[in-house]
């Protein structure tokens, strides 16, 4: 990452699959690629990652209830949702961050310096975490975090999986007041941007990804079915990805056993998973455009790679 910008990097879902493994091998049928590695947090999770480097989805998945059990209430909480429901914000310097919040009068709670489950207690933290109230940017559990091996080649590299998806665009929330909400996480996180305002629905680019809010009757007509807001804490609805082929995209989702239709707009929506609740729209774009327009927001020195192979 260039400079001091903050993007969104990455939203967390909890998996209800009997084993991160298979959760992420459920992906990999239907062509996606999720990341071999899984990582171990206290207390008693275990995660696995959706590429879509340099974001990707986190699952989250409780290997020791016990040990959850002493888990923060909202986090217990989180794991009801059925749906996404945490959204992390990538900076180069989350203390500083804080503190030029602060200054700006926005009340935070301390930065948290995190180590995964399986790094020695005498080593250093791999990251610096600060949550966001959600009173200041409601409808997600979100947070701004550093990590401290941020130059790793995996970070540099863009994948285009077998079924040709490459990238997050963005997200949709559903609110009953979409404007309302855009405000505020515009006055937050990018003060003075433009917020784009309709009827029913309204939009705020965090670059290179847009966020967009529509109301419960908004989000019906676009994709066909019912969704209720989300009252402040599990609003996020969709995952917008980009594929180079939507007919090879739709033949291996299908095949992989995932239920996925076209929308009005020639995006496909993929329904949700029936483990993490994820449901995301695919629309076709070309990877290098993509990169070349990254690269112009965010000063990214990133490099595509293609994986073919499934396994």
């Known amino acids: 990452m260039s400079g001091q910008r903050l993007r969104l990097e990455h939203v967390q879902t909890f998996t209800s699959a ?3 493994e298979a959760h992420l091998a459920s992906y990999r049928r239907a062509g996606f ?5 899984v990582a171990q947090w206290d207390p008693g999770l275990r995660t696995g990652f959706l590429n879509l480097w340099p974001d990707y989805v986190e699952f989250l998945l409780v290997e020791d209830e016990g040990a959850f059990a002493a888990a923060e209430p909202s986090l217990r909480a989180a794991r009801t949702a059925r749906r996404p429901y945490g ?26 310096m995190l180590r995964l489950g399986t790094t020695p207690a005498d080593a250093g ?3 610096c975490e600060l949550p966001i109230p959600r009173e200041i940017l409601p409808g997600a559990a979100c947070f701004a975090l550093t990590s401290f091996y941020p130059d790793a080649p995996l ?3 863009v994948w285009v999986a077998p079924n040709s998806v490459f990238a997050l665009s963005g997200v949709t929330l559903v609110a009953d007041e979409p404007a309302g909400r855009a405000h505020a996480w515009r006055d937050l996180l990018l003060p003075g941007a ?12 965090i670059p ?3 966020v967009e809010w529509l109301t419960p009757a908004a989000f019906a007509r676009t994709c066909d079915r019912p969704l209720s807001a989300g009252s402040g804490e599990w609003e996020v609805a969709l995952l917008h990805l980009l594929a180079e082929d939507l007919l090879r995209f739709e033949d291996l989702a299908v095949g992989g056993g995932r239920e996925v239709r076209a929308l009005m707009d020639g995006r496909l929506l993929v329904e949700p998973h029936p483990d993490d609740g994820c449901t995301f729209t695919v629309a076709q774009r070309s990877a290098s455009g993509w990169l070349a327009d990254r690269r112009s927001a965010c000063g990214e020195a990133l490099e595509i790679h293609r994986r073919e192979d499934i396994a």
Do not use: C, K, M, N
Not at 194 to 204: G, H, M, Q, S
């Open 18 to 20: 009997d084993s991160i």
């Open 33 to 37: 690629l999720p990341v071999s590695h």
């Open 87 to 112: 959204i992390g914000f990538y900076h180069d310097d989350t203390v500083a961050l804080r503190e030029q919040w602060v200054r700006r009068g926005f009340a935070l709670p301390e930065a948290e």
């Open 125 to 127: 933290p791999d990251f």
């Open 155 to 157: 970070r540099r590299q």
């Open 194 to 205: 433009a917020v784009e305002v309709e009827e029913d629905r309204a939009r705020l680019r």
């Open 208 to 210: 290179p990804h847009e």
